[in-house]
């Protein structure tokens, strides 16, 4: 499993950007494809998650600012982060893991085996 996250960088507060995870590698049917983020200092934490149907679930820190989304023909997902906020600073990652059915959905970041290498994001005030 490959997974390779790009679109990173540096925004103001209030900003946006999106990120997005090519993956590759095997058959992803069923896959639950997530991101996690990495605060300096701190635990690495859920942001979303996608499920093989396109069902989505969010952390409460960025329910409503941010948006996972998918394209199938392009093997890619994508995190539309809108309202950036400084705490929103993190190194993020993409990652994955088989839901065993195409509704499952995953919210910690134990539940899930493949990571992908990290993206900075870092909000300034």
């Known amino acids: 499993v490959q997974l390779q996250a790009s679109g990173g960088g540096l925004v103001q507060a209030g900003g946006s950007l999106r990120l997005a995870c090519a993956y590759s590698?095997?058959?992803?049917?069923?896959?639950?494809m997530g991101w996690l983020r990495q605060a300096p200092g701190k635990e690495r934490e859920f942001v979303g998650a996608?499920?093989?149907?396109?069902?989505?679930n969010y952390a409460d820190s960025v329910k409503g600012r941010f948006s996972i989304s998918r394209d199938k023909a392009k093997n890619t997902i994508y995190l539309e982060m809108n309202s950036l906020k400084p705490e929103d600073t993190a190194v993020y990652y993409c990652?994955?893991?088989?839901?065993?059915?195409?509704?499952?959905?995953?919210?910690?970041?134990?539940?899930?085996?493949?990571w992908g290498q990290g993206t900075q994001v870092t909000v300034s005030s």
């Open positions: 590698g095997r058959s992803f049917t069923n896959y639950v």
């Open positions: 990652a994955t893991s088989f839901g065993s059915s195409s509704r499952r959905l995953f919210s910690s970041p134990n539940e899930f085996r493949y």
């Open positions: 996608i499920s093989w149907n396109d069902m989505t």
